[in-house]
């Protein structure tokens, strides 16, 4: 049986929403999120059984798809982070999807 349709509030997106908008995977939506590519999403249940999803502002649709064109152009997740604090900038918001800060794991670089 499908489930019914859920009815959302246009200025919101949903996982798939992002996953078919940049062609990624669920996990890969995850991992974005972790590193800061998108935001993180606001958890919301309808009360049913399996009915608990995420939901994301609606602009990370549009993120996504950037992001996705970015890699596939070959940029690296730094060079990405710094496009999107750039455009973030232009647009006049400060840190849309801030990247979380880095944990040194008190790992020598080897460098001085």
Do not use: Y
Not at 93 to 109: E, N, Q, V
């Amino acid at each position: 049986m499908t489930p019914p349709p859920r009815n959302l509030d246009p200025s919101f997106a949903t996982t798939e929403d992002i996953m078919n908008a940049a062609g990624i995977t669920r996990k890969t939506v995850a991992a974005w999120v972790a590193c800061g590519f998108l935001p993180t999403p606001i958890r919301v249940s309808q009360g049913t059984v399996g009915g608990v999803f995420n939901r994301f502002p609606a602009w990370a649709v549009e993120r996504a798809r950037f992001v996705a064109q970015r890699r596939a152009a070959g940029f690296t997740q730094d060079e990405i982070l710094e496009m999107l604090a750039e455009l973030d900038a232009r647009q006049g918001i400060s840190g849309k999807a801030a990247a979380p800060p880095r944990k040194d794991k008190g790992r020598s670089t080897g460098r001085k």
